[in-house]
């Protein structure tokens, strides 16, 4: 069993949750929120759940390696089938 101290520091889609998407989109604001999202465009407040960020770790293996990017860059994932990374700084958008 886990023995993690539960946070809701991450946001991720319903998409993913509710088993149906991989994760494909992986991102660390600059203020410390993660986001994980599937490749659907019409993410907003209806279809995005908080959660638990080590939980996420814990049971999606395929984002394991992304557990130490740092605050400021987002992770696509280049092939759906594949666990490989593009990481980019996230652009300042103002
Ligand atoms: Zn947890
Ligand atoms: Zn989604």
Same mark, same amino acid.
């Not at 992304?66 to 280049?78: F, H, S, T, V, W």
């Given at each position: 069993?886990?023995?993690?101290?539960? $946070?809701?520091? %991450?946001?991720?889609?319903?998409? +993913?949750? /509710?088993?149906?998407?991989?994760?494909?989109?992986?991102?660390?604001?600059?203020?410390?929120?993660?986001?994980?999202?599937?490749?659907?465009?019409?993410?907003?407040?209806? $279809?995005?759940? %908080?959660?638990?960020?080590?939980? +996420?770790? /814990?049971?999606?293996?395929?984002?394991?390696?992304?557990?130490?990017?740092?605050?400021?860059?987002?992770?696509?994932?280049?092939?759906?089938?594949?666990?490989?990374?593009?990481?980019?700084?996230?652009?300042?958008?103002?």
């Amino acid at each position: 069993m886990t023995n993690h101290v539960h $946070n809701t520091l %991450a946001i991720i889609c319903k998409h +993913i949750t /509710e088993g149906k998407k991989p994760i494909l989109h992986v991102s660390h604001e600059k203020d410390g929120i993660w986001s994980f999202y599937c490749n659907e465009s019409d993410h907003d407040q209806n $279809n995005v759940d %908080a959660a638990c960020l080590n939980c +996420i770790f /814990e049971n999606e293996p395929s984002v394991a390696e992304l557990k130490n990017l740092e605050a400021g860059y987002d992770a696509m994932r280049i092939l759906q089938e594949m666990d490989i990374w593009d990481i980019q700084k996230i652009q300042e958008t103002h």
